[in-house]
């Protein structure tokens, strides 16, 4: 089965700085997809940013880019420039794709704050 | 605008009571999940659906059952509410197999049961 470890509960940045959030999944599979999501205080999840397994470049969403390592089976996501929206539960995931039953697991999350 | 909404945000329940959680998605969705959102713990999958009466249990689905017959809604069913089911439930949906794979969530519903 495949599991999804974030190793941070919680962390915080500066207005302006940068920040990396961990992740670290265990599969036996080499293909599948790698998500971040973010939940804002409102609630609604939304996605971040997704990487493909078999793509060797790292995903890029404006400030939000990814460290994709496929053999230490890592998947860290830097934000660059924070913003005070940035603030939110921060959720990496994995999926694996199947043509069928292809369940998406979560970590326990990262809560990221960041201060003025 | 892509959507999926569960049928409240807000329920509080009695203990024993039968409980039913609606998601509807608008998306021609394959897959749909229901999860619970504890602190701590992260979201915890409870049961997904590939397709229509498919189903598959996920790490914790003990005490619910879910219901797919059609498409565009997965319904979860706590038999007999529990107060350690006090929670935050989230559906979600996501296209089957496709490269541009995400999956979508609803806002959420906080149920209290008491």
């Known amino acids: 089965a495949q599991t999804v470890t974030q190793s941070q509960p919680e962390m915080s940045v500066q207005e302006a700085e940068t920040v990396t959030l961990s992740c670290t999944y265990d599969?036996?599979?080499?293909?599948?997809?790698l998500f971040w999501y973010k939940q804002p205080p409102s609630r609604q999840m939304i996605l971040v940013i997704r990487?493909?397994?078999?793509?060797?470049q790292n995903a890029t969403e404006n400030r939000f880019s990814v460290n994709f390592q496929k053999a230490a089976k890592s998947f860290s996501l830097k934000i660059s420039d924070s913003q005070l929206g940035d603030t939110a539960m921060y959720f990496c995931a994995f999926m694996k794709p199947r043509g069928g039953s292809e369940k998406l697991v979560f970590g326990k999350g990262t809560k990221l704050t960041v201060n003025p | 605008d892509v959507k999926v909404t569960q049928s409240s945000r807000y329920l509080v329940k009695r203990t024993g009571e039968k409980v039913f959680l609606e998601c509807v998605q608008d998306?021609?969705?394959?897959?749909m999940f229901w999860y619970r959102q504890d602190p701590g713990l992260g979201l915890r999958l409870i049961y997904f659906?590939?397709?229509?009466?498919?189903?598959e249990k996920g790490d914790i689905p003990e005490g619910y059952s879910v219901s797919r017959e059609k498409k565009e809604r997965f319904s979860l069913i706590l038999e007999s509410a529990s107060t350690n089911q006090t929670s935050m439930y989230l559906c979600?949906?996501?296209?089957?197999?496709?490269?541009?794979?995400?999956?979508?969530f609803g806002q959420g519903t906080r149920l209290t049961v008491v």
């Open positions: 990487q493909e397994a078999y793509k060797q």
């Open positions: 659906s590939y397709d229509v009466k498919m189903k």
């Open positions: 599969t036996s599979e080499s293909n599948y997809y």
């Open positions: 998306m021609d969705h394959e897959n």
């Open positions: 979600a949906s996501s296209p089957l197999g496709r490269r541009k794979s995400e999956a979508f």
